[in-house]
């Protein structure tokens, strides 16, 4: 079964770069959620969206911004980076829905330096 | 606001013996309540959920969840530990908006070491 689809998996950015991570969600699904992991750190949400808009905000800096796509790819953008934003980013989706499972990608790995 | 707790950040059992990954929740209406483990350097993997219906929910490589309502718990567990099951599991909560679904809200997370 397709899966969600991360890229690049691995990028090393310096310090006030910019970086721009890509989502596919699973075929069919019409929310994107973007989280961010830290070292030993739980998930933390960002942002998502539903049908090209976005649904919801969390701690998602003012430098971050991101959009969903008419074919419902989206992709996080990331200017000004920061050592601290040194970390694991996760896409996921779902059918709309509380009680569908949102699946989650294999993540891209950010190392700013 | 919806929030999970995992109280241990680490289990260690011995392989063969019953894993208990424990999880409180504190929400507000009914709970919608999911089980994740992540592996090294790997994404979030879906084992199981509670939505309604039987307390006991199966899910994914022989795991298993209990829903106590009156404990406000979803322990995962699983009868006979394998090595390979080692590794990084979470507890979320679905942050439900206007039952249309919302973000998963984490608890910390537990390490499970599962022991020869």
């Known amino acids: 079964a397709a899966g969600v689809i991360q890229s690049p998996r691995h990028l090393i950015k310096e310090k006030r770069e910019t970086a721009t991570l890509k989502c596919y969600p699973i075929?069919?699904?019409?929310?994107v959620y973007w989280y961010q992991q830290g070292p030993g750190q739980d998930p933390q949400f960002l942002i998502s969206f539903y049908e090209k808009m976005q649904s919801d905000k969390g701690s998602i800096p003012d430098r971050f911004s991101a959009q969903q796509f008419s074919d419902y790819h989206s992709e996080l953008n990331m200017s000004s980076l920061e050592l601290g934003d040194s970390a694991l980013y996760f896409c996921?989706?779902?059918?709309?829905?509380?009680?569908?499972?949102?699946?989650f990608g294999e993540g891209s790995w950010l190392t700013v330096v | 606001a919806q929030s999970v707790a995992q109280p241990e950040d680490q289990v260690n059992v011995a392989e063969g013996n019953p894993l208990t990954v424990k999880c409180t929740y504190s929400?507000?209406?009914?709970?919608?309540l999911f089980w994740y483990v992540q592996y090294p350097n790997r994404g979030l993997q879906f084992l199981l959920k509670y939505i309604t219906g039987d307390n006991l929910v199966k899910g994914s490589y022989g795991f298993e969840a209990e829903f106590n309502k009156s404990q406000t718990s979803f322990h995962l567990k699983k009868p006979s530990a394998l090595v390979s099951d080692s590794a990084l599991y979470f507890c979320?909560?679905?942050?439900?908006?206007?039952?249309?679904?919302?973000?998963?809200?984490f608890g910390q997370g537990t390490e499970l070491s599962v022991k020869p």
């Open positions: 075929p069919r699904h019409d929310t």
């Open positions: 996921a989706s779902t059918f709309l829905g509380a009680g569908n499972t949102i699946y």
């Open positions: 929400v507000s209406g009914n709970p919608y």
């Open positions: 979320a909560v679905r942050d439900k908006q206007d039952n249309q679904g919302g973000k998963l809200i």
